[in-house]
């Protein structure tokens, strides 16, 4: 009889099982522009303002600049709440010409490849941007540069720290040139089998950017990051994510296509799982991914199984993924659709 090593065997037993990861690969970082601000308070001297009209008062937020729930203030019952989200941050250039065009040369935060470049301003939101994958810690992570006046790479490039890619801009939609910025994000990828869900669910919406469509992407706090990592050089991007708190949770069906567990094993969680259970996902309220455990809940569709506690309406707190108050929360048409994303074609 054939012998095992105890690792391998579980790993064949068990698939989807977390592995210790040996692999801790350090997140070197550098900003992206000559703004440093961040890391001398932030503020309004590093992040672009937005523009504003609320009950018809004009304002011009520098907060809005910054990752999150940031954008679209909405009076409730227990007061304002911002209800859309932003999924990176937006640094506002430190050179422009006597005409008031940015200058600022945008580099790579960290060594990777270029997976995409998209040169067409109307086909993103995002206009001109450019997306860099990045491997750290056995997973693909994926930096990206938007608003872009000039693109420097091609896909399939090696790039290193530091190295010149693009040149700021103002380039896709409701971007001024005095509102010039560069938007940066970086990302976990959701499913390489994005395209053929989006040609189902979205037919009428023309995806020009293929798997680096910003749907396909989930982004975490990168200003956050590069602060952590400030004081701590050695942060894995699963330590610094397990500060995230869990706003919800679904449960998804069984399906042989559930890709998420083989992108980032670290979010699986440890222990044995029964040939029909589902998949139970932990999402902060943003819709980044956090955790993923095995549920003995069959389910043949995806299933709001948890939702933090709120007097509100969760279409307000969850981008529109989840709807309704108190115990009648559940997932919007748009929130399912997403959710699909994650088991499709199943």
């Known amino acids: 009889m054939r012998l095992f090593a105890p690792a391998l065997l579980v790993a064949i037993l068990f698939p989807f099982s977390v592995m210790a990861q040996t692999d801790r690969t350090i997140i070197d ?19 672009q303002y937005v523009e504003r009209n609320y009950k018809g008062a004009q304002s011009m937020p520098w907060e809005g600049g910054q990752y999150g729930f940031v954008r679209d203030p909405t009076e409730t019952s227990v007061g304002i709440v911002y209800t859309r989200f932003h ?14 065009e ?12 270029i997976v995409h470049t998209n040169l067409m301003p109307g086909h993103s939101n995002y206009g001109c941007y450019v997306v860099i994958e990045h491997r750290w810690g056995g997973a693909n992570y994926y930096s990206l540069y938007g608003h872009l006046s000039t693109i420097t790479v091609k896909p399939g490039q090696a790039v290193q720290k530091g190295k010149p890619i693009a040149v700021m801009g103002y380039t896709g939609k409701g971007v001024n040139r005095e509102r010039a910025h560069l938007h940066l994000e970086l990302n976990l990828l959701l499913s390489h089998r994005f395209e053929s869900w989006h040609d189902t669910f979205f037919k009428d919406d023309p995806n020009y950017n293929g798997l680096y469509n910003g749907l396909n992407l989930a982004g975490l706090d990168i200003a956050r990051l ?41 979010m699986l969680t440890a222990g ?57 929360a559940h997932l919007t048409d748009y929130g399912r659709q997403l959710m699909r994303l994650l088991t499709y074609p199943d």
């Not at 709001?304 to 115990?327: C, M, P, V």
């Open 29 to 47: 970082l550098v900003l992206p522009t000559d703004n440093d601000a961040l890391f001398s308070g932030g503020g309004p001297a590093f992040y």
């Open 272 to 328: 044995t799982r029964n040939p029909k259970s589902s998949w139970e996902v932990s999402f902060a309220r943003s819709g980044l991914p956090l955790k993923i455990e095995r549920s003995d809940k069959s389910v043949t569709q995806p299933e709001l199984s948890y939702i933090e506690k709120s007097s509100i309406d969760f279409s307000y707190l969850t981008r529109d993924e989840i709807s309704g108050h108190g115990a009648n």
């Open 87 to 100: 999924e990176g941050i937006d640094i506002k250039p430190v050179h422009r010409d006597a005409n008031g």
């Open 226 to 266: 590069y602060l952590a990592l400030r004081k701590n050089p050695s942060l894995t991007i699963p330590e610094f994510l397990r500060d995230e708190e869990i706003s919800y949770k679904v449960t998804l069906p069984k399906s042989r296509h559930f890709e998420l567990p083989k992108l980032y094993s670290w």
């Open 102 to 113: 940015p200058l600022d040369q945008v580099r790579a935060i960290a060594d990777g490849k």
